[in-house]
């Protein structure tokens, strides 16, 4: 079992930037991409970045850029710098974890991310 703990979202004007967290705890060594994905009311969630344990990364083109995902191993924690926010930013924006063999995915509760003046 993992568990994943979001943290660092909140209230931002255009323009500003925000990291965002994600703690991972449980069965940490199973993982093999770790990533984040939002969802906007009326959207489908989708992915924003990812991460695997070879260090390969994968952007969405909305957030190229913009967005740096990152990973410290030692900590167990993923995170995700955000500059130059959009009010097109605004979302959910959840932690995501997968495990292969057998594949499994695990979800963090979400964190609000709102860009507004």
């Known amino acids: 079992q993992v568990q994943l703990v979001e943290s660092g979202g909140g209230l931002v004007q255009p323009g500003g930037s925000l990291r965002l967290s994600c703690a991972a705890s449980?069965?940490?060594?199973?993982?093999?991409?770790m990533g984040w994905y939002r969802q906007a009311p009326g959207k489908q969630r989708e992915s924003v970045a990812t991460i695997t344990t070879g260090g390969s990364t994968n952007y969405a083109d909305s957030v190229k850029g913009r967005f740096t995902i990152s990973r410290d191993n030692a900590k167990n924690t993923v995170y995700l710098q955000m500059v130059s926010l959009k009010p097109e930013d605004t979302a959910v924006y959840y932690c995501?974890?997968?495990?292969?063999?057998?594949?499994?995915?695990?979800w963090g509760r979400g964190t609000q991310v709102t860009v507004s003046s």
């Open positions: 449980g069965s940490i060594f199973s993982i093999y991409t």
């Open positions: 995501n974890a997968e495990r292969r063999f057998p594949s499994v995915s695990y």
